[in-house]
Every structure is written in C-alpha cells, then in structure tokens.
T-cell receptor, first 116, second 111 residues
Framework: GAVVSQHPSRVICKSGTSVKIECRSL??????MFWYRQFPKQSLMLMAT?????????EQGVEKDKFLINHASLTLSTLTVTSAHPEDSSFYIC????????????FGPGTRLTVT | LAKTTQPISMDSYEGQEVNITCSHN???????ITWYQQFPSQGPRFIIQ???TKVTNEVASLFIPADRKSSTLSLPRVSLSDTAVYYC????????????FGTGTRLTIIP
C-alpha cells in the first residue's frame, strides 16, 4: 500500500526557535497534502491544505505566518513552526492524497513536537 | 461536511464482537461513510468505507441502514491489539475533500 513518512518522528526545541517537519509520499504522487494537529486525548484538527506549486489554504484560526507550509514537489510538503512556544507542543500529522481517480488519503505516522 | 456523533468510549472483552455506532443525521446524497483507527502516537489508519447497506473487508464490517443517518462499525472477535480510537467520518468518497474528524470512540479491550 501507499506509504507516507514524516521526519522527524520526535523533536524537542527551545522556545523561540523554529522547527521544520517533512511529509513525504514514498511511492505515489500527491498534489495535495493535509496537515493536522492533535493535542493529548483530543481529535485531529485540520490546520491547512497544502497544494503543490501554490499557496497553502489555512483553516480558520490557524496563523499562516506561524505555520509555514511549502509543497515544493509532488512528494514532499514541509511544515515549519516558527518562533515555537510551549503551547505549540503537539502531535503533528500529515496526510497525502494520491493523485488519480481514487484520490485516497494516506496518513503519516506523526511528529511529536515538544517546546521547552 | 456532515457532523458525526459517536460514543466517547467503550469497553469490551477479548474475543467478543464490538459494534460502534455513529450518527450522521445531516448526511448528503454524495457522502460516503469512512472509519479510521488510530493507535496512540500514530497516524490514523483507514479501516473501511461504505455508502449503503453492508460492506465487509478482512478486518471489519460496516452496516448502513436505508436512511443512512447512522452507521455501525462491527469488529469481529476483538483482541487486545484492537484497543484504539475509532473515528467515523462523512464526506465524499476516499477523501476527495478535506477530512473533519469528530471526537472518536476510545475502545478498550479487556483481557
């Protein structure tokens, strides 16, 4: 089956620094990828839709200048958390929508971000 | 996207059949029903998808009544490894649009 990877799986950073998270579709092309955030014991919340070659679409309440998304190729999207603060500590999950007639979405394993 | 309602949590013993029901009263004609499973600190995993009546695969069955205002995920003979959160989503087939996750059902399997 289609595989989506994320890197890193865990990251700890100091408050005020920036962190980049990569999402890759390993064996398929994905024009569209999605970024979610999940706090402990809560559901996934969609942050933004990433489209290759164009600007990301952010959900209401998500700061686009704080969560920078770059979808530079059909297999890679990156999420950069800028000037991270402890409240940004969360589990970040991406999904990739396979190009083609099924448009099935596949989820990555997630990235645990801890800001100290 | 149609809003879904699921029980917050359920417990079951190993070897039993577990049925998790999801309500989606405002489901649209073009909407499909999709269930995902999520283990702690992992991304969601697709379980099953259906439009009406019954769908079965190697891991689960999905029962959808004629009015499609609810659906039931059935897990046969559960084991400890089925302990997870199960999400019911309603939308276009195979995530043709962005997915909206509800609260999910936290299923705990008891030995």
């Amino acid at each position: 089956g289609a595989v989506v990877s994320q890197h890193p799986s865990r990251v700890i950073c100091k408050s005020g620094t920036s962190v980049k998270i990569e999402c890759r579709s390993l064996d398929f092309q994905a024009t569209t990828m999605f970024w979610y955030r999940q706090f402990p014991k809560q559901s996934l919340m969609l942050m933004a839709t990433s489209n290759e070659g164009s600007k990301a679409t952010y959900e209401q309440g998500v700061e686009k200048d704080k969560f920078l998304i770059n979808h530079a190729s059909l297999t890679l999207s990156t999420l950069t958390v800028t000037s991270a603060h402890p409240e940004d500590s969360s589990f970040y999950i991406c999904s990739a929508r396979e190009d083609g007639w099924t448009y099935e979405q596949y989820f990555g394993p997630g990235t645990r971000l801890t800001v100290t | 996207l149609a809003k879904t309602t699921q029980p917050i949590s359920m417990d079951s013993y190993e070897g039993q059949e577990v049925n998790i029901t999801c309500s989606h009263n405002n489901i649209a004609t073009n909407d499909y029903i999709t269930w995902y499973q999520q283990f702690p600190s992992q991304g969601p995993r697709f379980i099953i998808q259906g439009y009406k009546t019954k769908v079965t695969n190697e891991v689960a069955s999905l029962f959808i009544p004629a009015d499609r205002k609810s659906s039931t995920l059935s897990l046969p003979r559960v084991s400890l490894s089925d302990t997870a959160v199960y999400y019911c989503l309603v939308g276009e087939a195979f995530g043709n649009e962005k997915l909206t996750f509800g609260t999910g059902t936290r299923l705990t399997i008891i030995p």
